[in-house]
């Protein structure tokens, strides 16, 4: 895949105010004042709603993610939780008819560009520049991979197979990244991967 990584906006107290009329200092400020410093999704509701954001939920979860990284909040592992991203493409489909594109390397390879690796639990794989292995694989239900980008923390991949209404939708979520950076590369990576693969499957 071809990722780069740059945030969308500038994580600065700069374009913060351009965008939310106030500095991050004000808003770690709030997250405290309303007693939400261990409750991130009420942190995170808090700031979209005062903020008018619409449907954009770009800056209250990276206001919550700098907070994080100012107060050294950690999860039980000891790692923050940083961002988690989802990637979502709707199929006509059945899963069963889907899964073959990401059941071999050469399937694979054909949507995740740059990926070399067997699709087998517990085998490593390279994507670019990236490195990770094959966790759990359920046919026509979910595949998941650890995953390492240079210069950044492991982190966490999992492509999910939902069924509704007649359709599938695909969601490629990932999660554990450690900056803006590497949440929007990716987030723009994954999108651009699965729509490779709904041209493949149409």
């Known amino acids: 895949m071809d990722i780069q990584f740059a945030p969308d906006f500038p994580v600065t107290d700069e374009a913060c105010v351009e965008a939310t009329a106030k500095p991050m200092a004000y808003w770690f400020a709030r997250i405290e004042a309303e007693g939400l410093a261990s409750k991130r999704r ?31 909040i950690v999860q039980k592992d000891g790692r923050p939780e940083g961002y988690n991203i989802c990637c979502t493409k709707g199929f006509k489909q059945a899963p069963d008819e889907i899964f073959p594109h990401f059941a071999t390397e050469s399937a694979i390879q054909a949507w995740v560009t740059g990926w070399s690796g067997a699709m087998v639990e517990g085998t490593a794989f390279a994507c670019g520049p990236c490195t990770g292995k094959v966790g759990r694989i359920r ?31 695909i969601n490629v979520y990932h999660k554990r990244l450690s900056t803006r950076d590497e949440a929007d ?7 651009a991967a699965l729509d490779r693969l709904k041209a493949l499957v149409a």
Do not use: H
């Open 42 to 72: 009420d942190a995170i509701q808090l700031i979209y709603n005062e903020t008018n954001r619409g449907k954009d939920v770009w800056w209250p979860t990276t206001l919550w993610v700098e907070y994080e990284r100012c107060k050294g």
């Open 139 to 169: 046919p026509a239900k979910d595949v998941r991979l650890t995953w390492q980008s240079p210069g950044f923390g492991p982190s966490e991949v999992e492509m999910q197979f939902n069924v509704m209404g007649g359709k599938t939708t």
């Open 185 to 191: 590369g990716m987030r723009r990576a994954w999108g």
